[in-house]
Nanobody
């Protein structure tokens, strides 16, 4: 079992910034893809940002130009810098990683971290 360790999140006023981080354990062999999704009350989980092993980066349309995903390969950590936050960004943010560990490929989720943006 791969446990993703999330940190960051919290309460911020509209226009403010937050930074999320997610660390995957060092026991994984390789990362196929890693990134962030979010789910607001009553809505489906949606892509925020993710990168793939091939070097491609994807952003949800609603966060393009405001959020930036980055990674530290040495620590298997991915970061999400969120700027110009809006009340509609309020959601639980989940880290997701598709990794190879122990010879098998798996899809793993973090426990989620709450982001609340007040107007």
């Amino acid at each position: 079992q791969v446990q993703l360790m999330e940190s960051g999140g919290g309460l911020v006023q509209a226009g403010g910034s937050l930074r999320l981080s997610c660390a995957a354990p060092g026991s994984i062999f390789s990362i196929i893809a890693m990134g962030w999704y979010r789910q607001a009350p009553g809505k489906q989980r949606e892509l925020v940002a993710r990168f793939t092993r091939g070097g491609n980066t994807y952003y949800g349309d609603s966060v393009k130009g405001r959020f930036t995903i980055s990674r530290d390969n040495a620590d298997n950590t991915v970061y999400l810098q969120m700027n110009s936050l809006k009340p509609e960004d309020t959601a639980v943010y989940y880290c997701n990683a598709q990794v190879v560990v122990g010879g098998s490929t798996g899809d793993y989720w973090g426990q989620g971290t709450q982001v609340t943006v007040s107007s």
